[in-house]
């Protein structure tokens, strides 16, 4: 039996880059990472695929999954809903793989509960107006949600406390290797 992976977990307010963030580190054979892929209600940006960035479901389907336990989390955010997939995680962390969640705040003190050994980092943006001007230059969000994400930025910001490590993305490719860091340091 391989040892039991690692849960790791990766927060940060919306449009702080978290994915260029992963991307600069999720490859590397060393960290022996499997990215969770979410169950989420939100839809689909043209970017993304189904079943590799989300998996995009109903809300009835998403509804299903709470009453019959599938999620090891789950939490509404900005009107929608984002959960992990319980059975997904374990397979994967039983296998040897080190498992990346990339969710929000809520769902991260839900796993805390769950998982105490979880690894829990938080990304944060160099300032408010950087955190801003991220969020506009990706240009998928009308203004209205624009401004929803930015409030609740600054209510998850003040939650940084709850996490074992708070790294800033000044850099990716420097916040990258700090976390690739924390995580070959965790695996011995
Ligand atoms: P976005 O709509 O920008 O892809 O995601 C919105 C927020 O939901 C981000 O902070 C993202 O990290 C979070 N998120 C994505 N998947 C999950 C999940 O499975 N659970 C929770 N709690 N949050 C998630």
Known sequence: MPKKGLLIILSGPSGVGKGTVRDQFIDDPELNIAYSVSMTTRTRRPSERDGVDYLFVTRDRFMEAI?????????EFV???YGTQAAYVEKLRNEGKNVLLEIEVQG???????VKDALTIFIVPPSMEE???RIRGRRTEAEEIVQQRLSKASKEMELIGHYKFVVCNEDPKLAAQIISLIIKRHME
């Open 79 to 81: 009107g929608n809903y």
């Open 131 to 133: 955190l801003e001007k």
């Open 108 to 114: 991260a003190t839900q796993i805390k509960e769950k």
């Open 67 to 75: 009453k019959k336990g599938e999620l090891l989390e789950y939490a």
